[in-house]
């Protein structure tokens, strides 16, 4: 009988085992949010776009089907899609699941994927038997005793011990049935410019790292006698192979990643050390991103998960570009962000990463997590940190870090809590912020990247629109008598063009008939320098206005006067918000109670502008 034939029937005798064993209603979970719709169960479809879930799944009949864009299949051809993986390698991953074990298949008659997962499980074997019982491997086990791990963990993660050897692991390999071509495809082996191969790791602690799936796909190595020369970096990695894209892997995650979801948080930290001492101590939901940047692939996975992540990164590496990309990628997927921040000592010993932390108590590391802030309240805190609010171009600053910040979140709502923000603690009005920041937004869709202020500050702005209003009422006199039913005086924020709101109150009450030089010579008794200030105000209603509707100019009153009422109420809000943020310190009861009235009014006031 042909070979081939008589593996397609061991395959489907197994296939038929491992679907018995599981409820694809469970498996599928584990990608994607399924609700409950009668008998069957929906979600939005995680191979398009759609906003009305259509991708159905049956228990009944343990099938998937999209309305949407009519993928369907069993739980094979799911975990084959989402994963983008072939046949071999899905049945791998169900059957662990399923706690069926797969008969063994001729090396020659399996996939290239599953030969490289086989010659990476045989070596991750061999390091850990290395570390476990040989001479060689005692500087290993010497180094994890002192940095305080059990045999529990040791075993857990498979720590192991690469020997001083060029063949070593190459030749056991061989012995294994594996083509040295295919050792090589690994990564494990490097070939020399004779087209020899030499094993790539040598006296090295070894890291395996693994897949979501558990499966090893590759390696880290670290020097553990940095006192010898010729030995390379500090750190040797798997290069990248068929099974091994570190964009796509975070360490740690095939044991963390059920602890992730019942915790609905990702601890994120940089190295894979922070994440065994971490798992240690009890503090199971940690992954690592290895030194790299987040990227946006690892950060879907995770979303299978969760769409909360905690970063703790050494040596507040989340102001380095690398973490900021990282960060950026996970705002851009609506991800909920928090900075974990690490004292820089305990006990009198510096803290420059998770594992010093934990070294000194779990109870230190879990209380680091609790009082994880939002990455926006971190970027606020450290940059305002960085300026003096008495300097109006250090406020120019922050606003401008901030506000690039800001565009990075992809929910309005949340854009703008933080513009308002923003405004309050400048004790500058948000609307002139949210104009700066749709400019912004606008500019970086055509590659622009810088944030723009107008030349005058946000107090000239408000003059300048002063300065129109009373241009349009000494121009137009005819829409007088709403500007004094409808503009407050203290609503004008300049002196001297306050004074003359004042006298053309005065004056339009005696004279129904505006004639302006008659209001002139009453400016001129007053003080010469209001009569100039006045000329200059009707060559702006003409600079201005000139060709302006009576329709036209009425709106144009109506928006100047409902901006200025707008801005006058943002700042009586601002400081009322101040003055009860200190009452509360005081715990005075009764100012609170007075202060708090007044803030409703006020912005009750605000809704109805």
């Known amino acids: 009988m042909d070979s081939h034939y008589q ?18 209603i469970d498996v599928i979970s584990e990608y994607i949010q399924l609700k409950q719709a009668g008998a069957n169960w929906r979600a939005l479809c995680p191979f398009h776009n759609e906003k009305t879930p259509s991708f159905m799944v049956s228990r009944d009949k343990q099938i998937w089907h999209c309305f949407g864009c009519g993928e369907g299949g069993d739980v094979f051809t799911f975990v084959q899609k989402i994963e983008g993986l072939e046949f071999p390698e899905a049945l791998k991953i169900l059957a662990d699941k399923a706690g069926v074990k797969l008969k063994k298949v001729n090396p020659e008659l399996t996939s290239q994927k599953s030969k490289l997962l086989d010659i990476n499980r045989l070596a991750a074997e061999f390091f850990y038997q290395v570390m476990l019982k040989s001479q060689e491997g005692k500087i290993a086990r010497d180094y994890l005793a002192k940095r305080k791990l059990t045999n529990d963990t040791i075993s857990e993660f498979k720590l192991g011990y690469a020997p001083d050897s060029w063949d070593k692991l190459l030749n056991i390999l061989i012995k294994k049935g594996f083509k040295p071509n295919d050792i090589f495809l690994s990564g494990l082996v490097v070939k020399n410019d004779k087209g020899q191969l030499y094993d790539r790791f040598r006296q090295r602690l070894m890291f395996p790292i693994f897949d979501q799936h558990a499966n090893v796909v590759g390696f880290t190595g670290r020097i553990l006698d940095e006192r010898k020369e010729n030995q390379g970096g500090k750190y040797v990695n798997t290069p990248q192979t068929l099974i091994y894209n570190k964009s796509l892997v975070l360490y740690g995650l095939d044991k963390a990643k059920s602890e992730i979801k019942n ?77 974990i921040q690490l004292p820089k000592e305990i006990n009198g010993q510096l803290i420059k990463d998770p594992d010093d932390c934990i070294k000194q108590g779990a109870k230190y590391w879990q209380e680091c997590i609790a009082k994880a802030v939002s990455i926006m309240d971190f970027y606020f805190a450290k940059i305002f940190s960085q300026y003096d ?12 870090k901030l506000l690039k910040q800001i565009a990075k979140l992809s929910d309005q709502v949340e854009q703008d809590y933080w513009l308002k923000k923003l405004g309050q603690k400048l004790s500058v009005s948000d609307i002139i912020l949210r104009e700066t920041f749709d400019n912004y937004l606008t500019e970086k869709k055509d590659g622009g990247e810088v944030i723009k202020f107008e030349e005058s500050s946000p107090k000239n702005r408000e003059q300048l629109l002063a300065e129109q209003i009373l241009a349009l009422g000494l121009k137009f006199p005819q829409h007088f008598q709403y500007l004094i039913d409808h503009l407050d005086l203290e609503i004008i924020p300049d002196p001297e063009l306050k004074e003359i709101y004042k006298e053309l109150i005065l004056y339009y009450n005696d004279n129904k008939d505006f004639n302006y030089s008659e209001f002139e010579k009453l400016l001129l008794q007053k003080d010469e320098k209001l009569v100039n200030v006045s000329s200059t105000l009707l060559l702006l209603a003409d600079k201005d206005f000139f060709d302006f509707s ?59 502008l």
């Open 389 to 400: 609010l008495n300097q109006p171009q250090d406020k120019k600053e922050i606003a401008a």
């Open 7 to 24: 593996i397609r029937i061991m395959l489907n005798s197994q296939t038929e085992e491992i679907k018995s064993k599981l409820d694809i």
């Open 550 to 608: 009576e329709i036209q100019l009425s709106q144009e009153i109506i928006n100047i006067i409902r901006f200025l009422k707008r801005n006058l109420l943002e700042k009586k809000i601002t400081q009322l918000q101040k003055l009860i943020a200190e009452a509360e310190k005081q715990n005075n009861n009764e100012q609170i109670e007075i202060l708090s009235k007044d803030f409703s009014l006020l912005t009750e006031q605000l809704n109805n």
């Open 263 to 339: 915790k609905s948080l990702a601890i994120i930290v940089e190295g894979n050390m922070d994440v065994i001492a971490s798992h240690q101590a009890g503090v199971k939901n940690v992954v690592a991103s290895s030194g790299t940047a987040l990227t946006q692939e690892q950060l879907k996975i995770l979303q299978r998960y969760t769409n909360n992540l905690a970063l703790s990164f050494d040596a507040d590496l989340a102001g380095q570009a690398a973490a900021e990309r990282g960060i950026d990628n996970a705002l851009s997927l609506g991800l909920n962000i928090k900075i």
